[in-house]
């Protein structure tokens, strides 16, 4: 009977002593304040330099790539 008390003990001890690391990862907020990554327009990049127009042109022909139907029809504009 000790013996498996003795087990049973041997069995748990890594257990609970497992827990006795953990620290807490609660965030705290601050009200009214972004603590985040700052957000950028996309075209805010290196390749573009801000220029709105060159990105909106750059993604429209992405799109036409992408549209199997204009990719497949000779005259699609």
Same mark, same amino acid.
């Given at each position: 009977m000790r013996t /498996? #008390?003795?087990v049973a003990v041997?069995? /748990? #001890?890594?257990f609970l002593a497992a827990g006795c690391g953990e620290k807490?990862?609660?965030i705290v907020?601050?009200?009214g304040e972004y603590q985040g990554?700052?957000?950028n327009q996309p075209w805010d990049n290196e390749q573009f330099k801000g220029d709105k127009v060159a990105w909106e042109k750059a993604?429209?022909?992405r799109n036409l790539g992408q549209n199997e139907y204009a990719r497949?029809?000779?005259t699609a504009n």
């Open positions: /498996a #008390l003795v041997a069995v /748990a #001890l890594p807490s990862t609660v907020y601050k009200q990554k700052p957000d993604i429209k022909a497949s029809t000779p």
